[in-house]
């Protein structure tokens, strides 16, 4: 098994796969500058300084990568793409979702409007279509690209129909149950997580033992992830996480909430419900519905789950069995550090 080198640097990879979109991002006319500028706002990659993201999903593949077959630098097609893919879905949920802000600036439908900032959604799924190809430029065979484009779609359909299991029943005046909320974030987050590591992993090896492993990986991190990001936007603290804990006062039917309704007693369930339906809620009215999602174990299941999933994605990496040592220490390390609950 080829080594990895021991000085794995996470910025490096992160840097060489924005190297990688801004190439496929690059205007290409001046009568089509427009959507490529809107495209590397959206990204962050528009010399602004602007926040740009974690690159977390792009960053696993590589490691997937890197731990098997060694030089991280020929999956960076791969990684261009899940990026890309990532970001066309955060486009248009803004808009689905009305939120006015991504990365604490405009969304990209404030700033340009809704028509371009579908079409510059559409343009990034594209392109990240577009960037798949260049692994056949790399050497890979044209059954294993073929290969990785098809789980490539089947990721966007589940990415689709976990979208329409959100739109469809935050639509509705009753909550979702527990258990269709895990098949939600499955097919929304797990399902490009898992598949991010599971091409790491495909481009690496013809090994299915060690494929199937590795998306088993995926899979449980991505629950995790998910579950730890409840967790952070009700009692995250914003100077540990940048990110401003307002799922409650925003009134986001995330796990602690569902699980809250389905297991406090029936005259909290009444209050919580009558909280939830005032469009701004005070800050004690706030601190009340907190304190009723604590009260029926609401936390403490989430952080229960999460730590599961967690600790099911770490076996199914050492089950893997070929993990190189200093690959497979950062992506334990990033598990650990990410999933903090």
Same mark, same amino acid.
């Given at each position: 098994?080829?080594?990895?080198?021991?000085?794995?640097?996470?910025?490096?990879?992160?840097?060489?796969?924005?190297?990688?979109?801004?190439?496929?991002?690059?205007?290409?006319?001046?009568?089509?500058?427009?959507?490529?500028?809107?495209?590397?706002?959206?990204?962050?990659?528009?010399?602004?300084?602007?926040?740009?993201?974690?690159?977390?999903?792009?960053?696993?593949?590589?490691?997937?990568?890197?731990?098997?077959?060694?030089?991280?630098?020929?999956?960076?097609?791969?990684?261009?793409?899940?990026?890309?893919?990532?970001?066309?879905?955060?486009?248009?949920?803004?808009?689905?979702?009305?939120?006015?802000?991504?990365?604490?600036?405009?969304?990209?439908?404030?700033?340009?409007?809704?028509?371009?900032?579908?079409?510059?959604?559409?343009?990034?799924?594209?392109?990240?279509?577009?960037?798949?190809?260049?692994?056949?430029?790399?050497?890979?065979?044209?059954?294993?690209?073929?290969?990785?484009?098809?789980?490539?779609?089947?990721?966007?359909?589940?990415?689709?129909?976990?979208?329409?299991?959100?739109?469809?029943?935050?639509?509705?005046?009753?909550?979702?149950?527990?258990?269709? %909320?895990? &098949?939600?974030?499955?097919?929304?987050? =797990? *399902?490009?997580?898992? $598949?991010?590591?599971? #091409?790491? @992993?495909? /481009?690496?090896?013809?090994?299915?033992?060690?494929?199937?492993?590795?998306?088993?990986?995926?899979?449980?991190?991505?629950?995790?992830?998910?579950?730890?990001?409840?967790?952070?936007?009700?009692?995250?603290?914003?100077?540990?996480?940048?990110?401003?804990?307002?799922?409650?006062?925003?009134?986001?039917?995330?796990?602690?909430?569902?699980?809250?309704?389905?297991?406090?007693?029936?005259?909290?369930?009444?209050?919580?419900?009558?909280?939830?339906?005032?469009?701004?809620?005070?800050?004690?009215?706030?601190?009340?519905?907190?304190?009723?999602?604590?009260?029926?174990?609401?936390?403490?299941?989430?952080?229960?789950?999460?730590?599961? %999933?967690? &600790?099911?994605?770490?076996?199914?990496? =050492? *089950?893997?069995?070929? $993990?190189?040592?200093? #690959?497979? @220490?950062? /992506?334990?390390?990033?598990?650990?550090?990410?999933?903090?609950?």
């Amino acid at each position: 098994m080829p080594a990895v080198a021991r000085d794995l640097d996470l910025t490096q990879l992160i840097a060489d796969t924005e190297a990688e979109i801004a190439r496929l991002v690059a205007d290409r006319d001046p009568s089509t500058a427009g959507v490529y500028e809107m495209a590397r706002y959206h990204l962050g990659l528009d010399g602004s300084g602007a926040p740009a993201g974690k690159r977390m999903r792009p960053l696993l593949g590589l490691l997937a990568y890197a731990s098997i077959a060694g030089d991280h630098r020929a999956a960076l097609p791969g990684a261009a793409a899940v990026e890309l893919g990532h970001n066309f879905s955060l486009v248009h949920d803004d808009i689905e979702d009305g939120d006015l802000e991504r990365r604490h600036r405009p969304a990209l439908w404030a700033r340009h409007g809704i028509p371009q900032a579908i079409n510059t959604g559409d343009m990034l799924f594209s392109l990240s279509r577009v960037a798949l190809h260049r692994l056949s430029d790399l050497g890979f065979s044209d059954a294993k690209v073929l290969r990785l484009m098809r789980l490539y779609d089947d990721t966007c359909v589940a990415l689709c129909e976990g979208q329409y299991i959100d739109i469809a029943t935050s639509e509705r005046h009753d909550l979702m149950s527990v258990e269709l %909320y895990f &098949d939600m974030i499955g097919r929304k987050t =797990a *399902a490009l997580i898992a $598949a991010s590591i599971e #091409a790491g @992993a495909l /481009l690496a090896t013809d090994d299915e033992a060690v494929i199937s492993r590795y998306r088993a990986f995926g899979w449980a991190l991505g629950i995790a992830f998910q579950l730890n990001d409840d967790l952070l936007g009700i009692w995250g603290a914003e100077r540990a996480t940048g990110k401003e804990p307002t799922d409650v006062a925003r009134k986001k039917k995330t796990l602690p909430v569902i699980y809250a309704f389905e297991h406090t007693a029936p005259r909290e369930c009444d209050r919580l419900a009558a909280l939830y339906r005032d469009p701004s809620p005070s800050a004690a009215e706030v601190a009340e519905i907190i304190a009723i999602l604590e009260h029926a174990g609401a936390r403490d299941y989430t952080r229960d789950q999460a730590r599961r %999933y967690r &600790d099911e994605a770490l076996a199914e990496l =050492a *089950a893997a069995g070929v $993990a190189d040592g200093a #690959a497979r @220490a950062r /992506l334990e390390a990033l598990i650990v550090s990410v999933i903090n609950a």
